[in-house]
């Protein structure tokens, strides 16, 4: 079982709806949660963290998680074309416990159609 | 603009060739990661150096090795370079405030 899963995607959703994306996580341990935004030949940019159950709402994006569940979420509102990008879930390395040291997934693209 | 400068951008080497990559950090950001990125993958953590030491190091071999200056730059060094050793490489400094991981633009190596 890999440490951090996504759906490769690619997702596609109409401008002005929401996009969902999804991440799991192998860790019980795990206290903390990050998702990265990474434009198409860019670098890996940090749009979201969460630290407790719940919901976290920053704009247009809420980050979901469900400790019990080892789920965490994104969810983008009245999706842009510019949301147009891979969305990366990270998580502290299990082994390491240190939130510097971080296992990604592999990413979902995303796509905001006009 | 996350402060975090790398060079060179691109490069193409052949196998069993060495390799220096570069990164420059925010000034008071003591931990520096460094992150493979191959195509369609997500970053893969190589190693961490605090404070100029090695504190962390991911499933690479040892021909995968670093250093950290007191002037918050730091290389990477990667010997007989292997063809799947092409992706695009990352420097990531930490703010010691938020814990927050800022990342360079990454050098995008090729190997032939």
């Known amino acids: 079982q890999k440490e951090v899963e996504q759906n490769s995607g690619p997702l596609s959703v109409p401008e002005g709806a929401i996009a969902s994306l999804n991440c799991t996580y192998s860790?019980?341990?795990?206290?903390?949660f990050f998702w990265y935004r990474q434009y198409s030949g860019k670098s890996p940019e940090l749009i979201m963290s969460?630290?407790?159950?719940g919901d976290k709402e920053d704009g247009r994006f809420t980050a979901q998680l469900n400790k019990a569940s080892q789920y965490v979420s994104l969810l983008i509102r009245d999706s842009q074309p510019s949301d147009s990008a891979t969305y990366l879930c990270?998580?502290?390395?299990?082994?390491?416990?240190?939130?510097?040291?971080?296992?990604f997934g592999s990413g979902t693209q995303l796509t905001v159609l006009p | 603009e996350t402060g975090v400068t790398q060079s060179p951008t691109h490069l193409i080497k052949t196998r069993g060739q060495q390799v220096t990559l570069r990164c420059s950090s925010q000034?008071?950001?003591?931990?520096v990661s460094w992150y493979q990125q191959a195509l369609g993958q997500g970053p893969q953590f190589i190693f961490q150096?605090?404070?100029?030491?090695?504190?962390g190091r991911g499933n690479f071999p040892p021909r995968f090795s670093g250093l950290q200056f007191p002037n918050y730059s730091s290389e990477l060094n990667v010997n007989a370079l292997e063809l799947d050793d092409s992706a695009l490489y990352l420097c990531?400094?930490?703010?010691?405030?938020?814990?927050?991981?800022?990342f360079g633009e990454g050098s995008r190596l090729t190997v032939l």
């Open positions: 000034s008071g950001h003591n931990t």
């Open positions: 990270a998580v502290p390395h299990p082994r390491r416990g240190s939130a510097r040291q971080l296992t």
């Open positions: 150096y605090y404070r100029e030491e090695e504190n």
């Open positions: 969460i630290y407790s159950n």
């Open positions: 990531a400094s930490r703010s010691e405030g938020t814990g927050e991981l800022f």
């Open positions: 860790d019980r341990g795990s206290q903390s």
